[in-house]
């Protein structure tokens, strides 16, 4: 009987990246943690490279009090140790657009529905706005 792939190879080297992170998150100080994601991002394959380094910049301008690290092996901004948003490169996972997306801590609450996750393909200068805007809200 032939065994059933659970999670792909992608999933799987994404889980053993949080196990990693998580047993060296302890030590981290916060300029260690800026460098291990701007250490990532340059990884990154230059379509993903090029939109990661603006939605980095963004994130820590517009809220600077989030701390970065690594979140599954993508970059991630935390507020009080919990992941507030990430940024998943199309790489990541072979799919066909980047993603930018925020978990339950950020405060992006809009009635009983609202959008956690946003593909990002382009960034624009009307992009960057909208990014800048969301990440002020979700921070809080």
């Known amino acids: 009987m032939a065994k059933t792939k659970v ?18 998150r ?14 990532k991002i ?6 993903d490279r090029e939109l990661a380094e603006k939605v980095h910049a ?3 301008k517009n ?16 507020k009080d ?7 998943q490169p199309s790489g990541k996972f072979k799919t066909r657009y980047s993603t930018l997306g ?6 992006l609450d809009d009635g009983a529905m609202w959008p956690v996750a946003f593909a990002v393909t382009k960034m624009t ?7 800048a805007a969301l990440v002020k809200q979700a921070a809080g």
Do not use: H
């Not at 809220?63 to 935390?78: E, F, I, S, V």
């Not at 140790?81 to 940024?87: E, H, N, P, S, W």
């Open 125 to 131: 200068a009307a992009l960057e706005k909208r990014i």
């Open 63 to 78: 809220a600077p009090d989030l701390a970065p690290r690594l979140w599954y092996g993508q970059p991630a901004y935390a």
């Open 7 to 24: 999670f792909s190879e992608e999933e799987r080297a994404a889980m053993k990246e949080r196990a990693k992170e998580s047993r060296a």
């Open 102 to 107: 925020f978990n339950d801590v950020a405060a």
């Open 26 to 39: 302890a030590k981290q100080t916060p300029e260690e943690g800026d460098a291990e994601v701007l250490a």
């Open 81 to 87: 140790g919990k992941v507030l948003c990430f940024f």
């Open 58 to 60: 963004i994130v820590r």
């Open 42 to 47: 340059a990884e990154f394959d230059e379509a």
